[in-house]
């Protein structure tokens, strides 16, 4: 998510985003993160790029000197699976992920296929304390 194109806000219209997700499992999913994300964080959802419903944001800066801004809590119906970015990452975060039910990771990447094979609660805490990790300092 590193990709300017990608960290930046938009204004398209995030309702007609959801609405458009070609599969039906991954729109349904899109619908109850979007609400789920929407109550965990407190902030109203947003288009970041062309793909990505975010949160509220935060800063980053690497080692090498790159920043940017990135949405604090996110996520992406992608064909394959629903991506939810956990851009703290995942340590310490481990009987969270237990509990989650069928699931992948990469980096900063949570991917699921099924919300209905998710354990919501796990979902629901693991965001939240990847968001109030993320925004913390910006308090």
């Not at 965990?40 to 790029?49: A, F, K, S």
């Not at 992608?78 to 509990?99: H, M, N, P, Q």
Request: some cysteine; proline content about 5%.
């Amino acid at each position: 998510m590193a990709d300017d194109a990608v960290t930046r806000p938009t204004d398209a219209d995030v309702a007609a985003f959801l609405d458009a997700v070609e599969h039906p499992v991954r729109q349904r999913d899109a619908h109850t993160l979007c609400a789920l994300m929407t109550r965990v964080t407190g902030q109203e959802p947003r288009m970041w790029g062309p793909s990505i419903v975010g949160f509220g944001s935060y800063h980053y800066r690497y080692a090498s000197g790159r920043e940017g801004d990135a949405p604090a809590a996110g996520f992406s119906p992608r064909k394959a699976a629903s991506t939810i970015y956990v851009l703290d990452g995942f340590d310490g975060r481990e009987e969270l992920l237990a509990a989650l039910g069928p699931h992948t990771l990469g980096k900063g990447c949570l991917y699921l296929k099924d919300l209905g094979t998710t354990n919501l609660a796990a979902l629901e805490a693991l965001i939240r304390t990847s968001y109030e990790s993320l925004t913390t300092a910006l308090r």
